[in-house]
């Protein structure tokens, strides 16, 4: 790793930052000295109760607090939170009415639109009334299988006012990934959208739409948006109504946020399903909020009015953590469509012309534009943009160099970690911390991350399995339809007892800082010894000819032995100078174990429609197994291309 920092915030970006003002604010809370970061999540994972309502109190939570923060703080699962406190997720992230933006969408090159904080209240008021109108209440589901557009926002947080759970999927969903994820729920409305863009292209919709929701049991109402097919006609769906139509019979009002517990459900989001039909998990609304805020205010330093994007699709749970920022103050930008559409630039056209402040996406996307030789540093004005952060897989060095050397020298750089299953991240960025090449910059406040090695002791600059030894606020409620909690307990905390075991490969550094390895259930076990998948893409990544990569460990004469696919640029052949390049560049930078024994040219690498590699179930098909539920893929058809393989059977 490199001896110097990649960035460091200014003194006078210190003293501005959130941060430092919530550290003076702990330190007077807790009679403790806290003047750094390292002391102040020292503190917050000590004094859980302490944190955690100086948090409440700092974000102006609305909401009754009344008595008592954690009971039964030493079991996970079990510990409950705020078990006296009432408040409605919506209500929070209603509270300003003005007209200043709340919203901000564009859709590809084709629609853009923007609603004020005053018009996005007046449209929740109506799509609420609409609801209720429907037979809508607490503990019902609605689900929208949209894009990321103003609509969505709005019919979420018109369910949450009334307490009824929020779940979402894109449309580039298929039927039976759908029905594998709503099925399960049994929704009582259905929010759809006639069609979208993507890539210059207009995807019809309706025949996806109809099926859906003549397979959804005890469907009360389904809504049409009008997007992307002018001559949709709502009524051909089950109990059908325009987007339009739902909303005409309401006037804009004042409106009854339900008040509910702070455990109350507010969303179900669904893992990636690809060994199985995903599993269904429920967030609470006052872990969602309270959770968001403390990452919003205090990581990412979102201040009011700030312009905060991600790149997310509504099947992802960025888009939950999106949304939230609306409880911060910020406006949303909203974005459906590719992120290389407008010669690859649209994203940085957006950032440029919408002013943007935090610029969040993915780190295959930082990658590919570094491989596309795109310098939006030299052709943007980006001169509001303050923080950057990158999700979805871990960033690799080359990564941190490209966002430095090619988008803004003065910028936080934030790779942040953590999933589905929390709605949140367990390491994030820190406004007053360096960026170090390579690593995440910190565990998050109120998150008792450590590494542990397979016997469960604590390890410091080795690899283990990352867990979190005391209670969140965002843990799940638990699972659907699983009354006595064995799924959820199987899940986390078979591993070791009382402790969440989230599934990653992971290390701590010298400066308190994190680096992912890649999933524990992919790592890779030649002679026995433990890879990160991660730690091989970070070298493949420096080889210019290569586009994309999957490494899985192959069963191969009582071992296992390491196999990399490789997608190459167009028109470039894997030889064997190549082969012999690519191995020398592993061997170089890692050890002689991370270097595959076989290299493999392949034309498409799978992936989950967030962006994921799906090392398991490429694993599954050179091994000859079934993969179970391909339908989260986002290119399910590039499994085929692994099966029955000549170079693997020698």
């Known amino acids: 790793m490199s001896q110097q920092p990649l960035w460091q915030p200014s003194a006078k970006q210190i003293a501005d930052s959130n941060m430092i003002g919530f550290m003076e604010r702990a330190a007077r809370y807790s009679g403790c000295r806290i003047d750094d970061y390292e002391a102040l ?60 933006d709340a919203l901000v969408f564009w859709g590809e090159t084709r629609v853009r639109c923007r609603l004020s904080h005053g018009q996005l209240h007046e449209q929740v008021s109506r799509c609420r009334q609409a609801l209720q109108a429907a037979g809508v209440g607490e503990g019902d589901r609605v689900v929208g299988y949209l894009p990321n557009m103003p609509e969505t926002v709005i019919a979420m947080l018109a369910a949450a006012s009334l307490g009824a759970v929020w779940s979402s999927a894109s449309p580039d969903f298929g039927v039976e990934g759908v029905m594998d994820r709503f099925g399960q729920i049994e929704p009582r409305v259905l929010f759809c959208v006639d069609g979208y863009y993507y890539n210059g292209k207009t995807i019809d919709c309706m025949q996806k739409n109809a099926e859906v929701a003549a397979r959804l049991p005890g469907l009360a109402r389904t809504v049409l948006v009008r997007y992307g ?35 109350h459900p507010l969303f179900i989001m669904f893992s990636s399903g690809t060994t199985g039909v995903p599993k269904c998990i429920v967030h609470s609304a006052g872990g969602t909020l309270l959770q968001h805020l403390k990452e919003h205010l205090l990581h990412a330093d979102i201040k009011p009015n700030d312009r905060l994007f991600y790149f997310t699709t509504c099947g992802w749970m960025m888009w939950n953590w999106l949304v939230s920022g609306l409880a911060s103050g910020a406006t949303l930008l909203l974005y459906d469509g590719s992120p290389f559409a407008g010669d690859n630039r649209v994203l940085f056209d957006l950032a440029e012309q919408e002013r943007m402040t935090q610029f969040g996406t993915s780190a295959k996307f930082l990658e590919a534009c570094g491989k596309f030789g795109l310098e939006p540093a030299a052709s943007h004005d980006l001169g509001a943009l303050r923080a950057l952060f990158s999700t979805g897989s871990p960033l690799a060095p080359e990564g941190f160099r490209y966002v430095y050397a090619s988008i803004k ?16 991240c367990f390491a994030l960025g820190c406004p007053t911390r360096p960026v170090w090449i390579g690593e995440l910059q910190c565990r998050g406040l109120g998150m008792a991350v450590e590494v542990f090695d397979e016997a469960g002791r604590l390890l410091r600059g080795e690899k283990g399995e990352l ?20 799924r959820y307990r199987a899940a986390y905390f078979d591993r070791f007892d009382n402790i969440w075991c989230h599934g990653d490969f992971v290390e701590l550094t010298e400066h308190d800082g994190m680096i992912i390895h890649g ?24 080889v210019h000819e290569v586009l994309d ?87 399910p058809e590039a499994l085929a291309l692994y099966r029955n393989l000549p170079e693997l059977e020698s």
């Open 229 to 263: 097919n002018e001559g949709a006609v709502a009524d051909a769906l089950v109990q059908g109504v325009g987007w339009e139509e739902f909303l005409a019979p309401f006037q804009p009002g004042e409106i009854e946020f339900a008040q509910l517990p702070f455990d």
């Open 467 to 486: 867990v979190c030894t005391r209670p969140f606020p965002s843990m799940p409620v638990g699972f659907w339809n699983d009354p006595d909690g064995k």
């Open 409 to 424: 020298q003065d910028l936080l750089l934030a790779s942040i970690s953590g999933g589905t299953d929390i709605i949140s």
């Open 41 to 100: 999540w020292q503190w917050s994972i000590d004094d859980l109760e302490g944190f955690w309502s100086l948090l409440w109190s700092y974000a102006n939570v609305l909401g009754d607090r009344r008595s008592g923060v954690l009971v039964d703080g030493e079991r996970m699962p079990g510990a409950r939170w705020f078990p006296g406190a009432s408040l409605n997720y919506a209500e929070n992230l209603l509270r300003r009415r003005d007209d200043q």
């Open 549 to 635: 990569s999957v490494v899985i460990g192959q069963n191969w004469e009582q071992d296992v032995r390491v196999v990399l696919f490789v997608k190459l640029r167009d028109g470039v052949t894997l030889d064997e100078a190549l082969v012999a390049r690519i191995k020398q560049q592993i061997r170089s930078k890692t050890t002689p174990r991370h270097v595959p024994a076989k290299v493999v040219q392949i034309t498409d690498i799978p992936r989950t429609k967030s962006g994921k590699i799906v090392e398991l179930a490429v694993r599954q098909v050179v091994h000859g197994e079934q993969v179970k539920n391909t339908e989260s893929l986002a290119n």
């Open 519 to 542: 999933r524990s259930d992919a790592t890779l076990n030649p002679g026995g010894v433990r890879i990160g998948t991660a730690e091989i893409y970070r070298q493949v990544e420096k």
